[in-house]
Nanobody, 119 residues
Framework: QVQLVESGGGSVQAGGSLRLSCAAS????????MRWYRQAPGKQRDLVAG???????QYADSLKGRFTISKDNAKNTVYLQMNSLKPEDTAVYYC?????????????WGQGIQVTVSS
């Protein structure tokens, strides 16, 4: 099992920036991909971005150009840099990790990080 500690987030005005962090511990050798998701009130949890062990990234189409995912292998930490934030980016953001070829996460879902963007 992998344990995750999410941090960052908060409240910001539209146009501002925030950076989220997610540190993994435990069976980190099993991690192939690290992903960020978000869930707005009354909506499903959606993929925001992901990054694989070799650095390949993926983004939700609507977020390309504003959000950047990166990782620090030495710290087993994934980051989500969010720029030009919009009120519709308001959501609880979650991270999770996956083994190669798996669809189920290797860690339990945490409480997430609240991100609030005001207009």
């Amino acid at each position: 099992q992998v344990q995750l500690v999410e941090s960052g987030g908060g409240s910001v005005q539209a146009g501002g920036s925030l950076r989220l962090s997610c540190a993994a511990s435990g069976r980190v050798f099993s991690i192939y991909a690290m992903r960020w998701y978000r869930q707005a009130p009354g909506k499903q949890r959606d993929l925001v971005a992901g990054i694989t062990r070799d650095g390949t990234t993926q983004y939700a189409d609507s977020l390309k150009g504003r959000f950047t995912i990166s990782k620090d292998n030495a710290k087993n930490t994934v980051y989500l840099q969010m720029n030009s934030l919009k009120p519709e980016d308001t959501a609880v953001y979650y991270c999770n990790v996956y083994g190669m070829g798996t669809t189920s996460p290797n860690a339990s879902w945490g409480q997430g990080i609240q991100v609030t963007v005001s207009s």
